[in-house]
């Protein structure tokens, strides 16, 4: 005889109240909670190094950065992210303390784990995100960058850069680096 197991579906808020005071962060998708693993040391160098880079240009302006700690609501599919880095630019983008709706950049560093859900899943869901511009996904095995972009039709196309000399524009913040930023001591 087949045992079955009840998964527990948890609402949104039910989610945000454990969140508030778990040791573990975790995503939120429909109901169904999924614990974040540790990053490795290249991992924590580019999405530092990319922070530090966005953080200190956006400096005096009305957008802000944000590092890992901070989620993404996704409202019409019923999710939580926590993007590696996240960009707000919208005054009126204060429903939380702990979360944005409408950012303009959201940053994933792959880990070997998530890659396949930061390059299907969550490219998916950011793109129902209508503020969204870029959503950029960084390797930390190699020089590998793709910049997901919404255009003026709200149409979406990829630019995917693979040397150290290329020049990645971030449009949403007016900014450029260079590959060579990303991977500086990685």
């Known amino acids: 005889m087949a045992l079955h197991a009840v998964i527990p579906v948890l609402s949104e808020q039910d989610y945000l109240d454990l969140e508030a005071h778990s040791q573990v962060r975790h995503e939120y998708v429909e109901g169904h909670i999924f614990a974040m693993s540790g ?21 005096g302006t009305r957008c802000r950065a944000y590092i890992a700690e901070v989620k993404t609501r996704i409202p019409r599919k019923q999710i939580y992210y926590y993007p590696d880095i996240m960009v707000g630019c919208d005054p009126t983008d204060h429903q939380s303390e702990y979360y944005l709706e409408r950012p303009c950049l959201l940053v994933e ?53 693979n040397t150290m000399e290329e020049k990645i524009y971030f449009r949403c913040i007016d900014l450029p680096v260079t590959m060579q930023d990303i991977y500086e001591d990685v």
């Open 39 to 59: 990053t490795t040391k290249a991992h924590n160098q580019i999405a530092g190094n990319l922070y530090m880079l966005i953080r200190s240009h956006i400096r």
């Open 109 to 161: 560093v792959l880990s070997e784990s998530t890659k396949h859900i930061d390059k299907r899943e969550k490219l998916l869901a950011y793109q129902t995100l209508g503020r969204v511009q870029e959503y950029v996904i960084v390797s930390q095995i190699e020089p590998l960058v793709e910049v997901h972009r919404r255009d003026e039709q709200g149409q979406w196309y990829v630019d995917t850069y």
